[in-house]
């Protein structure tokens, strides 16, 4: 018959939605194996009646609106256990009950390493954002099929375990593109005008006692006409050179891996890049390329005006070197919103520098507007959705 399909679930396989938009009224599905459950994730247009049959004997009879505008039409087979390790990650402001479409969801506020184990034996999905995903904390979760970072970053899974495993890994991409961008330029902007030192001097009282209008006894300069230099040149990296330039900067950037091509800015070497910046931006990735790239050397080969800004990842600078860099003077200032470990500790030296006008550290935040945070939620759940249908969506392996 030519309106019998034969199609074969297994394993939680799912059809993806280009084979239900085939099917017509009256066609006979032949499963090779008895359906438990059978969903639906969307609404249907038109209603074809449709016989479902399991070993060979009629197992259901059903009638739905079909629509072939809806590619995220799936069959599944059962509902998928998600367990989400580390919800308040986004702020317990921001609403997940997207998600409870999609499967069956156990949301944890935070998960230390020691806890994941004991939460996730029976998921078949999981979210997370820091906590580390390893050999040691996957091996008692058989049934894992995918990890969704409700991040950008995903320096917290072991990616050859996962592959080896058979484990999809996604992450969220720019999502926050906008608000690191905002804040890159909020922790440059505060160093260089030493906005600290301005608004304390108000807030004591000085500027009351003063006989004249203006106070301007420590000096700023203009970012016109200075030379603002990047290290990441993807989404976020690239939003800072756009900005850079409507202040009046000349951009320059250096790809890590010397592979990033950009066209527009000018490429160059590290040690033209630490020489030439008057202001330097991280936006890369932490990797074996680009773990203390700015150490004791690099700094010293930066102007003594220079102002460093860290959006990327805390062990991208050492941050013992920078304290050291601050306190001698070996460049002007800092601004970071990542440190070597989150949150800080006594033991990193930059937690003794009080000085704000030349170090302001932000609690990792950059990435955290509203908007952003919203987003990424929304990420994860086309993520989700994405691997219900088969289909591929912001792959790491």
Known sequence: MK????????NRKFVPAAQIRRLRKGMVIRLKNKLDSLFFNQQFESEPQIALIADEKPHARISHRVSSQQAALTWRISAMNIVILERNSVGTDIDISCYEKLGHVTAYGNSLKEDVAGRIGDADILVANKVPLNEETLKDAPKVKLICE??????NIDLDYCKGRGIRVVNSRDYCTPAVV?????????????????????????????????????????????????????????????????????VIYYS??????????EAVDKDTLLKESDLLSLH?????????????????KMKKSAVLINVARGAVVNNEDLYTALMEETIAGAGLDVLEQEPITPENPLSRLMDSNRLIITPHMAWASNEARQRVVEEVYKNIEAFLQGMERNIIV
């Open 3 to 10: 309106n019998k399909i034969d199609i074969l679930f297994f």
């Open 150 to 155: 409700l991040a950008t970053g995903y320096d």
């Open 182 to 250: 905002q804040h890159t330029f909020a922790l440059a902007l505060f160093v260089l005008e030493h906005l600290h030192y301005y608004d304390e001097y108000v807030k004591h009282g000085d500027y009351a006692k003063q006989d004249r209008f203006s106070h301007f006894d420590l000096p700023y300069a203009e970012i016109r006409g200075k030379t603002w230099g990047i290290v990441g040149m993807g989404n976020i990296g690239r939003g800072v050179a756009k900005v850079a330039e409507a202040f009046g900067c000349r």
């Open 256 to 265: 890590t891996t010397g592979k990033n091509v950009v066209e527009g800015y």
């Open 284 to 300: 890369c990735p932490l990797n074996e390329n680009t773990k203390y790239f700015i150490d004791a050397r690099a700094l010293h």
